[in-house]
Structure formats: structure tokens, C-alpha cells
């Protein structure tokens, strides 16, 4: 008798020691996904135009760069005023205490819009 219940007892451990049997299956299906891009610009800060040592007899020049960046291909166009001393934009002036100095914008060929 010890001899079967010992067997017994053996073949039911071996059946709880194997892993049930588990399928499994991978399904796939399409999500759909929006979103609505607002109309915006952003304007960088440009660095500070120098026009370097004025030297009366020669002609100074100074360069930056105004950079826009804007979302979903939105128009843009910059403008820029008469600045702090001049009275329009054709007649655009430095000031140094009383000292006032003539100057000129432009963009050049190869830049922007």
C-alpha cells in the first residue's frame, strides 16, 4: 500500500509542476489620431546691429538677422519702425547725448522675404 499511495503522490506532483498550455494572439486595428495646428509666429530676438567706429569720409555698414518661425505655413511680413530718434523710417537716427547720427536699414539680396 505504501508502495501505491507513494506512486500516486509521484505522478500527481509531476502534473503540478507543468506549465498549463496558454495561446496567444496578437490583434492589430487603425487608430485615428487629429490635431488642429493654431496659426503662430514666433519672432527671435536679434542681436544688436553695430555699425562699428564711424569714420565720416567712409561708409560704416553692420549686419543681423531677424528670424521668424511660424506653424503650419503661416504668412508673415516684417515691419520696422522710425526707431527711438527719427521722425519716419527714411530719416532713422542714433543718438549719442546730443549728437545725432543719420542712418539707413536695408535688406540685403540673398535674405528673406
Known amino acids: 500500500m505504501k508502495r501505491y499511495l507513494f506512486g500516486v503522490l509521484g505522478t500527481l506532483a509531476m502534473v503540478g509542476i507543468q506549465a498549463p498550455c496558454v ?5 492589430g486595428t487603425t487608430l485615428g489620431v487629429s490635431a488642429t ?3 503662430t509666429c514666433v ?5 544688436a546691429l553695430a555699425f562699428g567706429t564711424y569714420i565720416p569720409t567712409a561708409a560704416s555698414s ?3 538677422t531677424i528670424s521668424v518661425t511660424c506653424t503650419n ?4 511680413d516684417i515691419g520696422l519702425d ?17 549728437a545725432l547720427l543719420n542712418y539707413t536699414l536695408t535688406r540685403d539680396s540673398s535674405g528673406g522675404r
Do not use: E, F, L
Open 62 to 64: 553692420g549686419h543681423t
Open 43 to 47: 519672432v527671435a530676438t536679434p542681436s
Open 23 to 27: 495561446n496567444a494572439a496578437t490583434v
Open 37 to 39: 495646428v493654431q496659426a
Open 82 to 98: 522710425q526707431g527711438a530718434n527719427a521722425t519716419s523710417v527714411t530719416a532713422r537716427q542714433m543718438i549719442n547725448g546730443s
Open 73 to 76: 505655413s503661416t504668412g508673415y
